[in-house]
Structures are given as C-alpha cells and as structure tokens.
C-alpha cells in the first residue's frame, strides 16, 4: 500500500506549529510506517508534488505566502489551516493596525537600536500585504486546527482520524484559541 | 401557584410571575448560552445568544417574560449552530486573538466558542482599528476586544452608581465610549472596586498589572466550562463600598 503523503509550510508563522508536530515524539515513528512527507521544512523539497494531506501553519502576510498556499491547494487533496495564524491571521496579524510604510519604518527605521537604518528594497524580496490574511480568505480549506500551538495530541489525533478514514474530529479537551 | 410552569426542551420548570425564561432556567439550573446577560442587571438582548424558539418562533431568553404553558426549544443542534454562526461574527467583528490576549481562558467568548466547538472564523475578519485607552492609572481599555455588550455600561449605572460608559454611533460604527469630555478613561471616576471594571466577559477592560496572575491552563474556563461556570455559580451582585452615589 502507497504511503500517504503529507506536505507542511510555515507561512506567516513562527514554526511553533511544526515543533508542536513534532512534539508527538516516539509516535513519529509509527506514523512513518504510514506517511512520508513530501515538501517540508524537514524534508528541505522546495515544491509540492501531489499529496495526500498539507499541513499550512501561519498566514499570509506577503506575495510568496500567498504562491505557496495556491501551490499547497493546487496538489493537495485536503488542505488543513493549521494554528491561530493560519485561522485569523493570529500575532502578525497585530500589524493590521497600521500601514505597511509605517511598520517598516518602525523595524528598519526608527526601532530602538537600528544600525544603519535602511528599509531593504532587494527585488528578490517577497512584497508585503498591505494586511495579514487567514488562509480562507484565499483558498478553500478543508479542515481547521486551532491553538497557538495546537498540541502534539491534536496533531496526532487528526492525522490518526485521517490515515483511518474517518471524518477528523477534535475532543473538546483538545480545542484551544490559545 | 402550580399553573406557572413552562417547558424547556420538555422539561417543565416553574416560573415566577415577572421572570425572563433566563431567569426561570437559571433558577432551574438550566443553561442557556448567554454573553451580554448578567443576573441582577437588567436583560440588553444584544448578543443573540441566548435566541430560543418559544412556541415556534425565536425569541431572545434574556428578555422574554416567562409565560404560564411555553414550550421552549433550547439545546437543540439548529439552534446551537446558528449561535455558533453568531459567536463567529463577534470574533471577525473585532481583533479577538487569543494567544495575546491576558484574558485568554477567562474569557466567555472564546468560552462559548469551545462550548459550540467553533474552529474557526468563517467570514473574512474586519481587522477593525480601534482605539487603546491606557490613560487609566489602574485600568485598561483596549476596543480592539469590545463586543458592545453593554455589561460595563449597566454596571457602572446601576450598581455602581457612575456613568463611566456609552456606546455610540449606530450599526457598524457603534463603539464604547467614556463618559468624559477628554473621552478618556484616566479622567473618569472608575475605580477598580467598582463592578464596571471587572465585569468585562472578554478582554476590553482588564485590570493592570494583575494579568498573568493565574496560569494559563488553571484559568476559569480551563477548569469548568462555561455551561458548569455559569449555573453552578450564580452571581450575586452587591454594591461596592468606595463610592457614595
């Protein structure tokens, strides 16, 4: 039988999500003898081949976030919006507040302890979002995953619903915002 | 009287002459998901929570004087699902995000979003910009977080015998106002006995200095949920001491 093949990003995150993921430590194992992951911070595979199940943790706060959610939605068969981030835009989406000029010059400008203040113009630089975005209001999502992070056992149990086809569901001791 | 008894998802419960359908569930240890509702403070109806079919027609329990024979629809899965919808339109409606929010597992509506096992936003959030107003030595008011409840309005006027707060404006520009000429909260007599600083259900007014007294993971609603919090422990209002209205 083929392995499910599972694909995970960080978007506009911080990774706490995937080291959450991790977090469900020895039963790793296990579930490798069911999935292989295709590209992934782990895996270091720069783009997305066909997959089963893509992890998406964070939101979408520049041009690439929003290329590489479209790719994940183009090759994945169920796209989960992992995390507060990936849900409602979560911290970045503090700099909602205020305008894209002022946030820049706030970080590379006028921030306490800038040296050589200087606001980065490198073409090769994705361009900001004038907001930070939640996934849905760019893609159709499958499937939600709250917490900041979600836990190791909440990853665990909707990859476990998953791989035995049911229809994924979260225990109430489970759901957290925070 | 025997004859003043409705019935709440079949259950017959006496009432007494006056009470709301809140009133006569609470007293009956029967929970109704409400968020703008306080016992002792007059109903405001605003948050649709607590929307009921009474004899086939939806009606807010808060506000609706209990009457001899009804028969009420409450934990049904239709209509935990519309205030489910509901709940998710006051979360995109403000900035309600809960890993930086102090009030995190105090908080009643993200509560009642666990309780409806709401996962996630639905609609496109608004991202609202709103004013912070830290001018108060003691208190803190962030709108970022306000649902219009009017909890903090009706407890600063009938309990605590102030008028710190209004909401102004009508639909979509309605906001929580000071009662000051400067609008600003440091100027306004609150102090932080007064019912009206604490009574806040989400994190707009919050106390300061006293955020993470208690950890999270031991917070209110970590331990009970809202339906046990809210039954269990009916409030008991009592006029605060330092004032002399």
């Known amino acids: ?178 | 009287m025997t004859n003043n008894t409705l019935f709440i998802d079949g259950q017959e419960i006496p009432f007494e002459a006056g009470q709301t359908i809140m009133d006569a569930a609470l007293a009956a240890g029967i929970y109704i998901p409400h968020l703008c509702h306080k016992p002792g403070l007059s109903p405001h109806g605003s948050c649709k929570l607590c929307t009921v079919d009474v004899d086939g027609r939806s009606a807010s329990a808060c506000t609706l004087p209990a009457s001899n024979g009804m028969q009420v629809d409450n934990n049904t899965p239709a209509l935990n699902e519309v205030r489910k919808t509901l709940t998710q339109m006051l979360f995109v409606e403000g900035n309600h995000l809960c890993p930086t929010c102090s009030k995190s597992g105090d908080c009643t509506l993200q509560a009642l979003g666990y309780h409806f096992g709401m996962l996630d936003g639905h609609f496109p959030p608004f991202y609202p910009r709103r004013e912070v107003d830290a001018s108060h030595p003691s208190v803190m008011l962030d709108r970022d977080r306000c649902i219009l409840c009017e909890l903090c309005v009706r407890a600063s006027r009938e309990v605590d015998g102030k008028n710190v707060f209004a909401i102004s404006g009508r639909g979509a520009q309605s906001h929580l106002i000071v009662n000051t000429v400067s609008g600003k909260l440091g100027d306004s007599d609150l102090q932080t006995g007064d019912m009206a600083a604490h009574i806040c259900p989400v994190g707009a007014i919050l106390i300061k200095d006293h955020g993470y007294e208690v950890p999270i993971g031991m917070r209110t609603f970590d331990l009970h949920s809202v339906a046990e919090s809210d039954v269990a422990s009916p409030v008991t209002l009592k006029k605060t001491e330092h004032h002399d209205a």
């Open chain 1, 1 to 178: 039988m083929p392995k499910i093949r599972i694909a995970t990003t960080s978007l506009a995150g911080c990774f706490g999500c995937h080291m959450s993921l991790l977090d469900i430590d020895e039963r790793l194992v296990g579930l490798l003898e069911h999935v292989e992951f295709n590209r992934s911070p782990l895996t270091d595979i720069k783009h997305c081949g066909p997959c089963d199940i893509g992890l998406v943790e964070g939101g979408l706060c520049n041009a690439e976030n929003v290329h590489v959610l479209r790719e994940f939605r183009q090759q994945c068969k169920i796209l989960i919006a992992v995390g507060a981030c990936a849900i409602n835009g979560g911290v970045p989406a503090m700099r909602n507040h205020y305008s894209v000029q002022e946030c820049l010059e706030e970080a590379y400008l006028n921030g306490v302890g800038v040296d050589n203040p200087m606001i980065p113009d490198d073409p090769e630089l994705p361009l900001l979002l004038s907001k930070v975005h939640p996934l849905h209001e760019v893609v159709r999502v499958d499937y939600y995953l709250p917490g900041c992070p979600p836990s190791g056992d909440a990853f665990f149990n909707i990859l476990s619903d998953l791989l035995a086809g049911r229809e994924p569901s979260l225990p109430k001791a489970m759901l957290h915002y925070d």
